[in-house]
């Protein structure tokens, strides 16, 4: 293992990211800190080094990812065919092309059936065996920067594909450099690899668990580019002309075409026509047609789940309003029964108070009849009558 002490940019500004990564001041790259040197990524022993066999079996394995053999099945109607429609979109067969780190060789196979002259490249002697077999494809054993290309014999390549190789290079500059001068005037780079999210915290990816922490792999992934010191690794080799496209595995992934010049995109009625004019090119159009299909028919289920998420979302707003009305109704219910009851009381108060005026009128009016017996008796004339004598006689009347 190597502790790099520079960016790729050639800056030593380097400071402490994670525990296995520092950043880079300068371009922001991220920098593996116990990477491979570029000693140690050659295979001389296929059963011992790291890109070995081993690699694709038990290392594969530990990172829960499948092994070879499921990927060679599993990859061809899946990235292979995407990455096979992104390169069709901005070259046409029989345009020559090289994949580095083909790995299985499925996109090669791919290219060669639509028509390419592609060739592929690994570092270990049995996958390289392997992807021959597999698919019947050319294949050169190696790191490019060792291959002897002899072009006044051949035409250099109208494109040099890269997915999910540049972040394990121990010099990507150097590399890079190499490979411009393999392509002709107008080719172009295709490239797939892990997008760092600038100004994003090393700390703040743990706190939020972010699928980005499974791509800082430091053993491997050495160099870990953001855009824009993508972009500049490009401007650095003379490709300014950059786009990018949506990755397949676009939650991690960045994906880029670059070139020295204008890019022009192929409609897709000349790819059709171009595939359809000969027998392998057919399956291939064929795969294209279901994958597109497939992918409508998930664009669809996704635009149905989202509704129905939607749906579910108003039934629930609807439900906790309905228990709010229950709730109100329920209360207004206890509020209407408190009434009753309070005028259940006051009915009760107001018959009590009505029985007791029936007894004070009842009362009043014996008492009145009394006072009325009282003054027709003999008594109470005599008695009036002696009150008049006494006033006239000038007696103090009591």
């Known amino acids: 293992m190597l502790k790099i002490q520079k960016c790729w940019c050639g800056s030593t500004h380097l400071n402490y990211f994670s525990p296995e990564y520092s950043i880079c001041q300068e371009c922001s790259t991220l920098v593996s800190q116990c990477g491979l040197s570029v000693e140690e990524t050659v295979v001389e022993n296929d059963q011992e080094d790291f890109y070995g066999k081993k690699y694709w079996f038990s290392h594969m394995d530990e990172l829960g990812f499948p092994d070879i053999y499921q990927r060679s099945r599993q990859d061809l109607p899946e990235r292979c065919l995407y990455w096979l429609c992104t390169l069709l979109k901005y070259k046409l067969p029989p345009a020559r092309v090289i994949e580095l780190g083909c790995a299985h060789g499925g996109l090669v196979g791919l290219m060669k059936w639509s028509g390419f002259n592609a060739i592929g490249s690994e570092m270990s002697p049995w996958v390289v065996s392997f992807a021959r077999e597999a698919f019947d494809i050319p294949m050169l054993l190696g790191k490019i920067g060792d291959q002897k290309f002899q072009f006044e014999k051949e035409e250099k390549f109208d494109a040099i594909i890269l997915n999910d190789v540049l972040e394990h290079l121990p010099e990507p500059l150097v590399t890079m450099e190499y490979c411009a001068s393999l392509l002709k005037e107008d080719a172009i780079f295709i490239i797939q690899m892990p997008c760092y999210g600038e100004n994003r915290t090393y700390e703040d990816m743990i706190n939020n668990n972010d699928i980005f922490l499974g791509q800082m792999k430091a053993d491997e992934h050495l160099y870990l580019f953001n855009k824009n ?146 003054e027709s008796s003999k008594f109470w004339k005599i008695r009036q009558a002696w009150f008049r004598i006494k006033q006239r006689i000038g007696l103090r009347i009591n």
């Open 229 to 374: 010191s993508a972009k500049e690794l490009l401007n650095r080799i003379g490709f300014n002309v950059i786009e990018f496209e949506e990755p397949i595995f676009y939650f991690y992934d960045m994906y880029l075409i670059a070139s020295k010049k204008n890019i022009v995109k192929n409609a897709a009625e000349k790819i059709s026509q171009y595939l359809l004019s000969h027998p392998s090119g057919r399956l291939i159009q064929a795969l294209i047609d279901k994958s597109e299909e497939c992918k409508a028919n998930y664009d669809n289920l996704q635009i149905n789940l989202l509704r129905n998420v939607e749906t579910q979302s108003q039934l629930q707003q609807t439900q906790s309003q309905l228990q709010q009305t229950q709730s109100q109704l329920q209360q207004t219910q206890s509020q209407l029964q408190q009434t009753q009851s309070q005028l259940q009381q006051t009915q009760s108060q107001l018959q009590q108070t009505q029985s007791q005026l029936q007894q004070t009128q009842s009362q009043l009016q014996q008492t009145e009849e009394r006072i009325a017996a009282i």
